[in-house]
DNA sequence: TGCCAGGCCCTCTTTAGGGCCTT
């Protein structure tokens, strides 16, 4: 069974909210976790194609400029395709990330077997007392060191990744629970509140 | 931030509405 702390963490940058309405993805960025461990990364630029709005600009800190000179999509979805594989997959509100990785892998014509897990509704149930659940106020109700740029999706990543690491961390020592499953954390992130704890204390 | 999304989750709910999250 695939344990919780072997997974790809990602986040993308986007033009926007809605692959729908013809967004892209303009930066992608993972870390590799295995045992718990940061054993790789993968970050990229990547040009939709289009200028982005100066909205996205300032909110990023990525230019146009810095897009125009980036590869296509397509290229950096093929490299990215090939660092994730087949592996179980994390972000924070991943209802978002998954709906433009599936965008941009349907663009490939690639598929990929791995489930997503989302550290935001883990985070609502295992961090309860968090005054919410935003990635970058998690960073700091864990204490994470912070020495980098929010919404670049490297670090994004990485953050995400050093809260996903508290969380089991936290579930290992108040419910003595070893060896979490991916499976495990995706059921945790589905129950309601008031049973996290029973269902964990059933772990 | 917006002519624009969508899934989750709570409640003054389920014949609904609105806040939270992501860019």
């Known amino acids: ?62 230019s146009n400029q810095m897009l125009a000179k980036a590869p296509p999509c397509e290229q950096v979805m093929l490299q990215f395709a090939d660092f994730f594989g087949d592996s179980n997959l994390l972000a924070h509100n991943a209802s978002f990330d998954q709906r433009f990785l599936d965008s941009e892998m349907k663009l490939i014509k690639r598929a990929y077997k791995g489930e997503f897990c989302c550290s935001m509704l883990v985070g609502r149930r295992v961090f309860q007392d968090a005054p919410n659940h935003k990635l970058g106020t998690l960073v700091n109700y864990v204490d994470l060191p912070v020495d980098g740029q929010f919404h670049r999706a490297l670090y994004d990543a990485q953050m995400t990744s050093g809260i996903w690491l508290a969380m089991l961390e936290k579930i290992r020592a108040d419910y003595a629970c070893h060896d979490i499953s991916f499976a495990t954390m995706k059921k945790l992130s589905r129950v309601s509140k008031k049973q996290v704890a029973g269902f964990l204390a059933s772990m």
């Open 1 to 62: 069974m695939a344990s919780a702390d072997s997974l790809v963490v990602l986040d993308f940058e986007t033009s926007g909210m809605s692959p729908d309405y013809g967004d892209r993805a303009i930066e992608i960025g993972a870390v590799r976790l295995e045992k718990g461990v940061v054993v790789d990364e993968f970050q990229a630029l990547m040009n939709p194609g289009f200028r982005v709005s100066g909205f996205i600009e300032n909110f990023t800190g990525i």
